[in-house]
């Protein structure tokens, strides 16, 4: 059977899974170690193409729709009461289409709000993307199956760049894709070299510092690895990069626009007394986001 993937592609699914992009959660008494929805989706564009995949919601089923109190019950007077509300449950299987090769994948969603309707579309959201990133994690690397390791010799320190040893050891699972995600990474180390599918992307830079000469080399050490140990995500964007994606954003249609900005809204937690959120399009972090937004909304417009 000819191979479907170039050498370099082939590379990229091998290559060991960068920490930086790895987020954690408490569930339990453990840490759970997962990528996020949207991370995945900008993994799939840089390595297979934008239109090099297929994703398609084969299976969508509601197992469980309760009533149920949120939030803390109080514990003094001045905590906030407990409101009643709703749970809803949702499983899913999603099929991924690459150069013929067909994976599939399920998985499983959980919303809980005080309106009913927001706790379907938040547990339907989630169980999509938690089955896509199982059936993209086949793969290789890049999409999570380094984590399915509990040793994870496949996940490269943040630091070092070389292998590194189970900090944590459950597999992955839940992650929202937008708007309802509370999460965000870069898909590569250096800030704005992913691309915004519908405007180029440029390039960001860390800003660096150098201690003066003959200063203790302790404290050039700790300098180098404060410094390594900065998310990806919160580098900066040139300036010619948010013009283009503020270009971009102002070419949508009017209610994917109103939406958007509800979104990054949600997503970013931009406060309510903002009147603009174009001055808070600035790391490597929105841009990401902003491209998996797109996509999600494009492909929605395509099936429909």
């Known amino acids: 059977m000819t191979c479907t993937f170039s050498a370099e592609q082939i590379q990229s699914l091998s290559a060991p899974l960068d920490r930086g992009k790895v987020k954690q959660r408490e569930q339990g008494r453990a ?5 996020e929805g949207w991370q995945v989706i900008a ?48 499983t899913a299987r999603v099929r991924v289409v690459v150069s013929g090769i067909v994976r599939e994948g399920s998985g499983a969603g959980h919303g809980i709000d005080v309106d009913l309707g927001q706790a379907h579309e938040s547990a ?7 089955a896509m990133k199982r059936a993209l994690m086949t793969f290789g690397n890049p999409f999570g199956l380094a984590l399915y390791d509990k040793q994870q010799r496949e996940v490269t320190s943040s630091v070092t760049g070389g292998p590194s040893r189970g900090e944590i050891t459950e597999r992955p699972s839940r992650g929202d ?25 440029g390039n960001g830079h860390r800003p660096s510092s150098h201690p003066p000469a003959g200063q ?21 964007l040139d300036g010619t990069t948010i013009r283009r994606i503020h270009a971009t954003i102002r070419s949508l249609p009017q209610p994917q626009l109103e939406g958007f900005t509800k979104a990054f809204r949600k ?11 174009a001055d808070r ?19 929605a417009a395509v099936a429909s």
């Not at 840490?31 to 990528?35: D, E, F, I, P």
């Not at 339907?124 to 938690?130: G, H, I």
């Not at 203790?216 to 180098?224: I, L």
Request: charged share 25%; aromatic share 6%; net charge negative.
């Open 31 to 35: 840490k759970v170690s997962y990528l």
């Open 43 to 90: 993994e799939a564009n840089r390595i297979f193409g934008f239109d090099g995949w297929q994703r398609e919601t084969v299976a969508l089923q509601c197992v469980s729709q309760a009533e149920r109190r949120i939030g803390r019950e109080p514990s003094k007077p001045s905590d906030p009461p407990q409101r009643d509300g709703w749970g809803v449950t949702y």
């Open 124 to 130: 339907l959201k989630e169980a999509e993307t938690d």
């Open 177 to 201: 894709m937008p708007p309802h995600s509370p999460n965000g990474i870069a898909p590569n180390a250096a800030a704005g070299n992913g691309s915004l599918r519908r405007s180029p992307a």
């Open 216 to 236: 203790h080399s302790d404290a050039a050490a700790a300098d180098g690895r404060q410094e390594a140990q900065v998310d990806p995500a919160l580098l900066p």
């Open 267 to 277: 997503r970013f937690q931009v406060p309510a007394e903002a009147t603009s959120i």
């Open 281 to 299: 399009i600035c790391q490597k972090q929105h841009h990401d986001w902003i491209e998996a937004f797109l996509v999600q909304h494009q492909t």
